[in-house]
């Protein structure tokens, strides 16, 4: 029964990886579609979100069979749940791929301007939060998703240095405005990935270590 | 046995209701900042913040105490897993506050400036959301969760229009890039607000029927 259980787990745990592997996917390609100027790119991003929620409903439902199945021991009980939170944010990483895709139609519709912000830069960094907070799922490796939690801060920095640029251009370029909006709602929609990698750090923490990393709180199952 | 752990279940959703009221208590907070001009309003909903923050650990900490305790009944394990993800949500709702009152304070140093948008109202109907996704969580009623994921949809027309408002703004009046700019920006942390709401109702149903209404998919347990 144990056995039959664990397989189980690892079978979820898979499941998540290559999940993960969807949802970095989208982003990357809805980058690529900005860089490109591609829309046909951003049209795949939109048909592929469906394959992304047919994935969490697996996850999830599989999830559930396995706390159904038998009382798990804490760590197995913590690692279910660290997978079900997760699963959540990867599917509203899909989501926000999505957001990407169409806001990055909108933009090539433009005429090019050169903004002297770096997004693909940006997107660099948070696709590699969101590998390394998988990463830390199968690894057990708390402290690789530390760091990712760590790079945050980055990202909401690069964020704000997008927004002042964008400011200062709009009021002394306001022909513009209409590029330099959608870049920064671009800019936010990689910041929110970005959370949402955090968000899958912390979780990995929480099942690695017992530790509610969010606050330092220790929690006792 | 049964007795004690549905006694434990009925303080969880207690709890989660609580918290439910400090999250929106937040945004009211933040939203009456706004309204009035007020930067002593948004300094108490940054250091409410922890506040939440604690209430978010007990919550999930009763919650996995239960599901060690003894196995749930298939009814009873899909409301505690709908417990720890609408905890999450109310807990990044009272996130998305602080940031609302952080642009709000940054808002207000600027000279006032007239923008024909009504954040105002659309707070009131992104408050609404929440208080009916936990509304429908303690009376299980699914038709008011339902409801309130349709209206997500609009105050993202909404969130549309303030965008539409705020690029025509910014085009013909660039003096006031810096106001249309955070107002911009309080309008689309509502959208995410309401996005958290949206997600708790859908937990809500997933509890009550036992149906993934993201996607109509039935899970069996």
């Known amino acids: 029964m144990r056995t039959r259980f664990h397989e189980g787990l690892n079978q979820l745990k898979d499941k998540l990886l290559s999940m993960g ?3 970095e996917a989208a982003v990357e390609q809805a980058i690529c579609a900005y860089r490109e100027r591609a829309p046909g790119l951003c049209q795949k ?4 979100e469906a394959l992304i929620d047919i994935a969490e409903r697996e996850i999830d439902s599989r999830a ?13 009980l913590r690692l279910i749940l660290a997978i079900i939170k997760s699963n959540a944010d990867l599917e509203r990483i899909g989501d926000q791929a999505v957001n990407m895709a169409r806001r990055v139609v909108g933009l090539i519709e433009l005429p090019p301007a050169e903004l002297p912000t770096d997004i693909p830069q940006m997107a660099v960094i948070v696709c590699e939060m ?3 907070s998988l990463e830390a799922f199968v690894t057990g490796d708390a402290a690789l998703a530390q760091r990712v939690i760590e790079r945050d801060e980055h990202v909401d920095r690069l964020n704000q240095e997008v927004f002042e640029l964008v400011e200062r251009t709009m009021e002394t370029s306001p022909e513009l405005t ?3 909006l959608r870049t920064l709602i671009i ?4 910041g929110r990935i970005a959370d949402h990698a955090t968000n899958i750090a912390e979780d ?3 099942w690695i ?3 509610d990393v969010r606050r330092n709180f220790e929690i006792a199952v």
């Open 204 to 206: 990995a923490i929480f």
């Open 21 to 23: 592997g969807m949802a």
């Open 187 to 190: 800019a936010r929609t990689l």
């Open 45 to 48: 991003v939109i048909a592929n």
């Open 178 to 180: 209409r590029q330099a």
């Open 130 to 132: 969101l590998r390394h």
């Open 209 to 211: 270590r017992g530790t």
């Open 64 to 76: 559930l069979d396995l706390l159904a199945m038998q009382q798990p021991m804490a760590r197995d």
